[in-house]
Structure formats: C-alpha cells, structure tokens
C-alpha cells in the first residue's frame, strides 16, 4: 500500500525534540514503513528537498516562518493550509499516487478530503470533553474515515457524525521506555507535559498540600516546558503556578524546563508514580511512557484514562479538578512499597499491548476497510 502521511508542518517530525503530535506521526510512519508499506511523509523543513529516511520517502516542505510566532489562530490556521496546499502542488508535481492520504490537523484534513479520496484524519484534540471546536467537527465530518486515539474520541466521532471512525491508539516504544533493573522507593511524584491550563497543574498543586501535611517526604517533579504557548512565549500560568507553592508553603517541588530525551527517560526510571491532572487530552503520550516505564498512574477522568488504566491494579482514575480525590489516591500508595511493585508489574505488563509495531498494524488494517 502507498500512503501518504502529512505532517502538521509547522515543524519538521525529524527534530530531536519533539511534540506529542509531531512524535506521533514520526513514529507511526516508521512503524507502518517498516510493515512493508511505502510511505511517502511530508514534512516540515526550512527547504525544498527529499530524502529516504528508515524506507520512508520524505518530501520537505518549507514553513511559512515569517508567521511561526504568532498567538493568533487564525494565522496558525493560514500557515496550516497553506502547507497543506503546497504539500499537494508537490505531491502532483512528482507524481506522487498514493492510496490514501493521512492527515493529522483540521485544516489539513478538511483541505485533502475537497482534493483527494480516501483522505483520513487523526483527531489530536484534546477538546472533545470540553467544547470541539468548529473546524475539529468539520475535519471529521469532511474526511473519508476518522481515527480516534482513544474510545471516548470515537463515541464523540460518530456523535458529530464521522463517515466511519475507527479507534487506533498512541503508542509507546516499549524498548526504550521501560523499568530500571532496580528502583528504591523515594515518594517522588512526576508530571510530565507541557506547564499550561489544560494540565490542570493548579489541582494537582492543591492536591499537594494535602498530601504533605500527611506525607512531608512526598516531592514532585514536572518535565516540559514552562511556556503554555506552542509556539509563541506565555508564563501567566507557570507564574500563577510558582505562586500557589509560595502561598501554600509547598516545598520539594521543581520545573525542569524542556529536557533531553536522555534525561526524560532517567525521570521516568527514578519515580514512583506518575500523575496526570489534565482536564482534557486525546490519547495522552507521557501516559504511555509512564506505563511502559511501570509507574503507577494517577489520572483524571479525560479520554483515554479508561483505554490504559485499570482502577486499583496499574493506577486510579479520579474526577477532573477534584484535588482532595488526587490526594487520596497518591496516598493511598505513595508510602507503600508492596503495593507499588505490584501496580508497577501490572502497569508495564499492560504497555505492551501499545508497542508501536502493535499500533501500525492496527491503522494499517484501517487503511484496508477505508482504501
């Protein structure tokens, strides 16, 4: 099968650091490349040009940089579609026919499928639970087939009436995130993701204050960067953040910043549970990798916590912007050495149904019900 793979383009996919999104499609068009399939990805990159990277043909597309700074949507969404444009100037330009196009943005889903059949869009959002936004609806109704990262993404597809919406989850390299030989417990807590409201890290901060008057050992780590802009600079609510610690005497709680790859991993394999306080996500990345890492996780309610989590054997699911709720459940095991060895057994023992190769083989038998 030939797919085509479009890239969010605002960034090249082969950066040493990347986001969730840009992860996602680096490491699914590698997983479905390596099944045999000729992918043909298209990229973002400072300059025209091709190149074979790991069986995948990638065509680079140069970013419209002089918009890259921007807080404006409506500008980010112009800069969107017109990579999309020119990703299919120069798909006609060389000859390019694949069987299917796969999208991954509104602006690229809804421009493909006016252009292309079958054309498929991956929904990221993780505004689904809270309030879709118009042009995520009009991606999904507009494309030949949907994936949804997560079941609930796929309940709320064919509720705004998806053509067909299939579930293919994110995946995890199973290889690379994994446990460390030995582990002595610390009571350290960690988040990782990036520092902004959709996190819900001011729960997680209350939450705090009731788990160290209990526990004044339990610490707290958070990877990622401390901007709440992707791609513009906003510390309003890292300063808001930094704040509530001062105000509540919290102590043992520190921002890494954006780190290396290296160094996320030595995060993961010297902690003891991982929470994520979000109050809304697609299917979360760092969920995945703390599985695989076998960290017992704490989560909110938000799409995908039901897909990976089983309540009491590899983490909790608790209510959204409930802090008391997140206190008790990191309490009811932070201290407790036999029950973390067995959540972390059962928690690295279920990533491995979300290994990489398992997942392309997934969306590749989608491809086939959709081409």
Known sequence: MKIAIISPGLTTVFSPIREALEEHV????TAIAKLGHMVFLFDGSGAVGEKIHRNIRRIEIPNMTFLSKTRNRGAMNLR????????????????????????????????????FHPTVFTSHS?????KPRPMDISAIRSADACIALSTYMKGRMEFYKAKKAFFVPNGVDVNEYHPPKQ???????????????????EYLMRAMVIVQKEDAEVSLTIVGPT??????ED???????????????????TFTGMVSKEKKLWYYRNSDM????????????????????????????VSGAVDVITHGINGYIVEKRNPSKLAEAILNTIGNKTKLSKMSSAAREKSEGFGW???????????????
């Open 274 to 301: 991982f929470v994520l306080p979000s109050v809304g996500e697609g299917m979360s990345f760092v969920m995945l990798e703390a599985l695989a890492s076998g960290l017992p996780i704490v989560s909110t309610d």
């Open 183 to 201: 582990k002595t417990s610390s009571k350290r807590l960690l988040f990782v993701g990036r520092v902004c409201p959709q996190k819900g890290l």
């Open 235 to 253: 510390y309003s609510y890292y300063n808001m953040l930094k704040e509530l610690i001062s105000k509540h005497g919290l102590k043992n709680i």
């Open 227 to 232: 901007s709440a802009g992707f791609h513009f």
């Open 80 to 115: 969107c579609a017109n990579f999309a444009v020119r990703a299919w100037v120069v798909m006609k330009q060389k000859g390019i026919r694949p069987d299917i196009i796969h999208t991954h943005i509104p602006p690229h889903g809804i421009f493909f499928s006016k252009v």
């Open 26 to 29: 680096y490491q699914l068009s």
């Open 357 to 371: 190769d398992s997942v392309a083989t997934k969306m590749v038998d989608a491809y086939g019900r959709i081409a």
């Open 126 to 130: 993780p505004w689904w639970e809270i």
